[in-house]
């Protein structure tokens, strides 16, 4: 069962960041859809800062490295973006075994993982809203536990 989210504003995607944030447990796996620009990477930004406790946590976008790891308590984050390979066998070097296993992975332009896409995951699209700063938010969870956590995640109030 999906839920779809709507936000107004960047204060309203921060806040459907952290109430995830707030659920968050080790082998979590969130793959991340939608164009450039829709705001992938600045949802991973606000996830990671609230799992942290800290909204000035200083998270550098993976583009260019395609993995940052964020030792976090009570769980590890693992921000991939997969945007620059090309073939799904270039994943294994980034270790995302270990990610899928011990921490909470988000994970950027999740297409390319192709056969490594893990069942067990919540899947979030990223679509334009009514304005230039809204955002809609489909999430699609697969597994059981995910959906019962989609299903008791509180509205966002922006």
Not at 39 to 59: D, Q
Not at 90 to 104: K, N
Request: aromatic residues 8%.
């Amino acid at each position: 069962m999906s839920k779809t989210v709507t936000v107004s504003d960047q204060k309203g995607t921060e806040t459907l960041a952290g109430q995830l944030a707030a659920l968050a447990k080790a082998g979590d796996v969130i793959l991340m859809h939608g164009t450039l620009g829709m705001g992938k990477s600045a949802f991973c930004r606000a996830y990671i800062r609230a799992l942290a406790g800290n909204p000035h946590e200083e998270v550098p976008s993976p583009t260019f490295t395609l993995v940052q790891i964020y030792e976090l308590d009570p769980v590890p984050v693992w921000h991939f973006d997969l945007y620059r390979l090309s073939d799904p066998e270039e994943i294994h070097e980034l270790d995302i075994e270990d990610a899928f296993a011990d921490g909470v992975s988000l994970i950027e332009w999740p297409d390319r993982l192709e056969y490594l896409t893990p069942e067990n995951r919540l899947d979030i699209h990223i679509e334009p809203g009514l304005n230039p700063d809204a955002r809609v938010f489909q999430l699609v969870p697969h597994g059981e536990d995910w959906e019962k956590r989609v299903a008791n995640l509180p509205g966002v109030a922006s």
